[in-house]
C-alpha cells in the first residue's frame, strides 16, 4: 500500500479552507472516493488537518500501487469540489485550477506478490516511464532496472538450447 501526503491549497489566495468551503471539500472527497476512476484503482483520498492560517489542508491519498503523479490525481478531488460549490468557487480558479499542491510525504507498505501484468506494466515504467517520477524513484527505477538486467542475463545464460 502507497501513501502519500499532499499539502493542498486553494489556487485562490482569496479562498480560506474553513466553514462552507471546508465542508464543500469534506462532501468532495467522499464524491472523489466513489468515483469510477477511484473504485477501478482503488485510491482512497482522506482530509486531514487544516493548516493554522486556513490556507491548505494536508490529503492523504492512498493506493495498492504507486501512483506516479499523486498531484496529477488530486484532479478527481477538484472536480468534485467545482461540482459541490460552484458559487463558491466562481472567479476564485485563477488560470483554471482550483489547488495548488505538492507531496510532502510518500509511505510504502510493502507488497507480497505481483501478477504477470503487474511485473510486465512496471518492467516498462522502470526502463521507459520515468520522466514523472521524482529523484528518489528515478534513483530506485534505475536500480531495479539493473536488477531485471541480471536477471534476464542470468536466464539467456542459462538457457539449454
Known amino acids: 500500500m502507497f501513501t502519500y501526503t499532499l499539502n493542498v491549497a486553494m489556487a485562490s489566495p482569496n479562498l480560506s479552507i474553513e466553514g462552507e468551503l471546508l465542508a464543500a471539500l469534506e462532501q468532495a472527497t467522499e ?3 466513489g468515483s469510477i476512476s477511484a473504485q477501478r484503482r482503488h485510491l482512497r483520498w482522506q482530509l486531514g ?3 493554522a492560517d486556513k490556507k491548505s489542508v494536508s490529503v492523504l491519498l492512498s ?3 504507486a501512483v506516479s503523479s499523486p498531484t496529477r490525481a488530486l484532479s478527481s478531488l477538484s472536480r468534485a469540489l467545482l461540482a459541490a ?3 463558491l468557487l466562481a472567479g476564485n480558479t ?3 485550477r482550483v489547488f ?3 507531496v510532502v510525504d510518500e509511505q510504502r507498505s510493502g507488497k507480497a506478490a505481483l501478477t504477470d501484468g503487474e511485473a510486465a506494466r512496471l518492467a ?3 526502463f521507459f516511464e520515468q520522466d514523472g517520477l521524482s529523484p528518489a524513484n528515478k534513483r530506485l527505477a534505475k536500480q531495479a532496472a539493473e536488477k531485471i538486467k541480471e536477471a534476464l542475463l542470468e ?3 542459462g538457457k539449454v538450447e
Open 100 to 102: 495548488y499542491a505538492e
Open 31 to 33: 464524491v472523489a472516493n
Open 124 to 126: 516498462i515504467e522502470v
Open 49 to 51: 488537518d487544516v493548516a
Open 85 to 87: 460549490a460552484p458559487q
Open 63 to 65: 493506493a495498492p500501487d
Open 155 to 157: 536466464y539467456v545464460n
Open 94 to 96: 485563477p488560470g483554471n
